[in-house]
C-alpha cells in the first residue's frame, strides 16, 4: 500500500511512541488522525504543519466501546476514511502479582488488549466492504518473555499478538493485512530518570548495548503498512533482546 494520501488513526498518539508514528506516516505523506483520551495540545498540532498533511483529531477512551465506535465513525466523516489503524494506546500499572490489585489488572487489560480489541472491530466493516486496509498493533518484547512486576502489562501485550494473528486470519482474504509490532526498551521519558546502574543492568540484557529510539518503531510501523503480502506477523524491534 502507498501511504501517500491514505488517512492513519494513531491511538495514544500525543505523545512517545504514538506521536513518533504520527510524525513519521505524515513525513511519508499520509495524512494523519491523532487520538487522545481528553486533548491533543496545540503545540502537537503545529508541529505537523511542515508536513503539508491533513491532521484531524478525535478524542475518546479506547477502553470503551461506545467511545471507540464514535472514533471511528469521527474520524471517517472528517477525512473520507480509515485505511490504516495503529493501535498503540496502552497504559501500564506495574506491581508483583502477590500484591497486585484486581482493579490495577483488570484496568491495563482493558486499555491494552480490550481497546486494541473495539478499535479493530470498529475499522472492520468499513476496511473488508472496501477490500482494503493494515492494521498494525504495538505489542511489546513483554508480551513475548514476560517480565517481573507486570503480569497485567505482559498479559495484556501477549493478548494483543493472539488478537493480531486471529484477525489476521479472519480478513485476509478481504485484504487487510493485521500485523504487530513488540518493541523493546525505547528511549523515553521513563528511561531518562533511571539511574546509571539500572540503566547498565537494562542495557546488559540488549545485544545491540543500547536503547532504541522511538523514530526507530515508527519506520517499521510504516513499513508494516506499505507491505502487501505480510500479515499476521509480529516484528520484535528490539536490539535483539528477544532473538531466538
Not at 470503551?64 to 490504516?84: N, P, T
Not at 498503540?88 to 506491581?95: E, L, P, S, V, W
Not at 491495563?108 to 482494503?132: I, R
Not at 504495538?138 to 488478537?163: D, F, M, P, T
Amino acid at each position: 500500500m502507498e501511504v501517500s494520501g491514505k488517512n492513519v488513526l494513531i491511538t495514544g498518539s500525543s505523545r512517545g511512541i504514538g506521536l513518533a508514528i504520527a510524525q513519521e506516516f505524515a513525513k511519508q505523506g499520509a495524512n494523519v488522525i491523532l487520538n487522545g483520551r481528553s486533548s491533543i495540545s496545540e503545540e502537537i498540532l503545529e508541529s505537523f504543519s511542515s508536513y503539508g498533511v491533513k491532521v484531524h483529531v478525535v478524542l475518546g477512551d479506547v477502553g470503551e466501546q461506545a467511545d471507540a465506535k464514535r472514533m471511528v465513525a469521527e474520524a471517517i466523516d472528517l477525512a473520507g476514511s480509515v485505511d490504516i489503524l495503529v493501535n498503540n494506546a496502552g497504559i501500564t500499572k506495574d506491581g508483583l502479582a502477590l500484591k497486585m490489585s484486581e482493579d490495577d489488572f483488570e484496568a491495563v487489560l482493558k486499555v491494552n488488549l480490550t481497546g486494541t480489541f473495539h478499535m479493530t472491530q470498529a475499522v472492520l466493516k468499513p476496511m473488508t466492504k472496501a477490500k482494503s486496509g493494515a492494521i498494525i498493533n504495538v505489542s511489546s518484547v513483554v508480551g513475548l518473555i514476560g517480565n517481573a512486576g507486570q503480569a497485567n502489562y505482559a498479559a495484556s501485550k501477549a493478548g494483543v499478538i493472539g488478537l493480531t494473528k486471529s484477525i489476521a486470519r479472519e480478513v485476509a482474504g478481504r485484504n487487510v493485512r493485521v500485523n504487530a509490532i513488540a518493541p523493546g526498551f525505547i528511549e523515553s521519558d521513563m528511561t531518562a530518570v533511571l539511574s546509571d546502574k539500572i540503566t547498565e543492568a537494562m542495557l546488559g540484557q540488549i545485544p545491540m548495548k543500547r536503547f532504541g529510539l522511538a523514530q526507530e518503531v515508527a519506520e517499521v510501523a510504516v513499513f508494516l503498512a506499505r507491505q502487501e503480502y505480510l500479515t499476521g506477523q509480529v516484528i520484535a524491534i528490539d536490539g535483539g533482546l528477544t532473538m531466538q
